[in-house]
């Protein structure tokens, strides 16, 4: 799961960051609004915590600006505003939810799963391709029912690959969706993690067909 938090507040920002990197997602973090608005117009992402007092460009003509351009990324504003008129406001301009600071992490984290479960496919928690099965509440991961522990960055990848089954994803676009936007990541990192997985999924189960795919010149699927 990859996030973008577009907030001023330098602690809070890194809090926020911090606080989802333990949950296993990628999170990349802008503390002005047009370098927001440039990540989020020109990256894919699965969610955007968006402030609406920022420097440059406020929160709601971001979103405002996005929606125009056919992004339709879920979008939680964040505001020390409380007032039902800016609620509303923020709403209006295309926002998906809406928190007000303060806020404990744990409803943040409440909001944004229950965000991130509303995919354009409506997929639900738990993700099936086959026998394969990845649960993304209890972040549980299970082949014919036998349960198989992955570290985060696995699990991050088998969910990619699973929410875009029966597609080829390309080195880049797991690598731009798994790691933070400055993250120094070689192509072969690529290939070192799907090595895990198949290690994990498809080599102790050697009476069941290969899940993952390489599909050579283009990429990898499940599928």
């Not at 993304?136 to 990848?157: H, M, P, W």
């Not at 990541?185 to 993690?193: A, G, H």
Request: net charge neutral.
């Amino acid at each position: 799961m990859r996030i973008l938090v577009v907030e001023d507040e330098h602690k809070i920002a890194n809090s926020i960051k911090k606080g989802f990197e333990q949950e296993s997602f990628a999170v990349d973090v802008a503390f002005e609004g047009s370098r927001g608005y440039d990540l989020a117009s020109s990256e894919d992402y699965d969610l955007i915590i968006l402030d609406i007092l920022l420097p440059e460009i406020n929160g709601l003509e971001i979103c405002k600006k996005l929606r125009a351009q056919n992004i339709h990324t879920p979008v939680l504003m964040l505001t020390a505003k409380g007032q039902v008129s800016e609620k509303v406001e923020g709403l209006n301009a295309g926002a998906d939810d809406y928190l007000v600071k303060p806020f404990a992490f744990e409803e943040l984290l409440a909001r944004v799963k229950a965000l991130t479960r509303r995919p354009k496919d409506s997929i639900g928690l738990v993700l099936f391709f086959e026998d394969l099965s990845l649960d993304t509440l209890n972040y549980e991961v299970k082949r014919d029912g036998k349960v198989i522990n992955l570290s985060s960055k696995e699990f991050a990848i088998l969910e990619y690959l699973l929410r875009h089954k029966n597609q080829i994803l390309k080195k880049e676009q797991i690598i731009s969706h798994i790691w933070d936007y400055n993250a120094d990541i070689l192509p072969n990192t690529v290939e070192v993690y799907i090595g895990y997985l198949r290690n994990k999924i498809d080599k102790p189960f050697p009476s069941k067909k290969a899940l993952i795919q390489t599909i050579r010149g283009f990429g990898y699927k499940i599928g």
